[in-house]
């Protein structure tokens, strides 16, 4: 069975660190790429970042760039997103994704829950 499980949310304060898991199980993560979005109060959901598996390429969206890391621990099955320097509009419902190929770009079709990140004073 195909699964992915965020966890590693929670309230922060502004200018504080995070760091975001995604556990994967049923298939191995490290020949897939994997994408992290968020989706504040209000908004649509967009795109964080993402990770090839097959050249390791990373990608950020603008508004994180600088501020947010991608890793893959291949021997936990899981994927990280560290979060730095957090601003009150970084709050949202951090969700981790796959569509089951080697690199971004592709629709998304595995999805976890999601995970609640709290930026405020």
């Known amino acids: 069975q195909v699964q992915l499980v965020e966890s590693g949310g929670g309230l922060v304060q502004p200018g504080g660190s995070l760091r975001l898991s995604c556990a994967a199980s049923?298939?191995?993560?490290?020949?897939?790429?994997i994408g992290w979005f968020r989706q504040a109060p209000g908004k649509e959901r967009e795109g964080v970042s993402c990770?090839?598996?097959?050249?390791?390429?990373?990608y950020y969206a603008d508004s994180v760039k600088g501020r947010f890391t991608i890793s893959r621990d291949n021997a936990k099955n899981t994927v990280y997103l560290q979060m730095n320097s957090l601003k009150p509009e970084d709050t949202a419902v951090y969700y981790c994704?796959?569509?089951?190929?080697?690199?971004?770009?592709?629709?998304?079709?595995?999805w976890g829950q999601g995970t609640q990140v709290t930026v405020s004073s």
């Open positions: 990770r090839n598996s097959r050249d390791g390429r990373q």
């Open positions: 994704a796959t569509a089951m190929y080697s690199s971004c770009g592709y629709e998304y079709t595995y």
């Open positions: 049923g298939f191995t993560l490290d020949a897939y790429a």
